[in-house]
């Protein structure tokens, strides 16, 4: 037996922290009552002062009021209790670290205080969701569910399709993500990085051999992709400047071009370098670029304004949660 979604009133989030609370946030706006676990009291503690936080962005530019941020706040729960965090949510969502085996150790655990049409799911960037399934004795309730970060602006939800995920289970989540407000988009084969990541990562590859080679600096290689061809991303995707570029010279570019990209299908060198530096980004305050504690506030805040008047403008007023 499988939650129908008009069933569906309460979501469970394992994990709070840079994606977890973001996540339940999502849910709370939307008007779910909405449970919080992570085993770090810390962390946990923190969850509800930063949902309330996310919200400075959204009431400065008149896209909620401080009186939905306390309702969202009001349908927030907090536990360090995984059996509490357990009973009651017909759909819980995974959101911890980037490990194979601490999730499944975690979904092995949660399997014995579910019931068994509990939907569960993880919200992994890149791992396997049948390998994470391995742990499960009810495979068909298991899926995922990708959200980006920051997860309660960005709408694309990456829903997931396991080895034994039911279709039935597919479908209730993609209604679901669409009911919150999100943009789902559905992933039928269980791929690593699923789709959203291997595009970014490709991109990523070929940026950092650019600054690798010295064909620019960092600086200039993200205004490309900022001031470039970046900036027509949210109103059109590259399947779609490709047809309106014609096909005919898509693939004469790509005959040309494609063997000069990088193709390497090990990390650069310059990756290695910097992380045996410590120059690991943000929380090092050094990776490409040289970061301070305002800079980071600055880029992020900025972001966080840029991004949700663009989505308020392409999705005629939808909110980012």
Known sequence: MTVKIHEINHVGILGAGLMGHGI?????????????????????GKAKERIAANFDVFIQLKLASPAERERCLELVTVSNDLKMLCDGPQV??????????????????????????????SNTSALSITDISVALEHKTRFLGTHFWNPPHIIPCVEVIMGGSTAEEVFNTVYLLMEKVGKVPVRVLKDIPGFLGNRLQHALWREAISLQENKIASAEDIDKVVKYGFGIRMPFIGPLETADLAGLALTRDIHKYLFPYLESSSKPSPVLDTLVAEGATGVKAGQGFYHWTPEKIRQVIRQRDTVLLKIIHEITGGVKGG
Do not use: H, N
């Open 92 to 121: 819980i969502i995974e959101a911890i670290s980037e490990d194979m085996a601490l999730k499944r150790k975690t979904f092995s655990a949660m399997e014995k205080y579910t019931p068994s049409d509990t939907i569960l799911t």
């Open 24 to 44: 339940a946030q999502v849910f709370a706006q939307a008007g779910y009552k909405v449970s919080i676990f992570d085993a770090d009291a810390a962390v946990l």
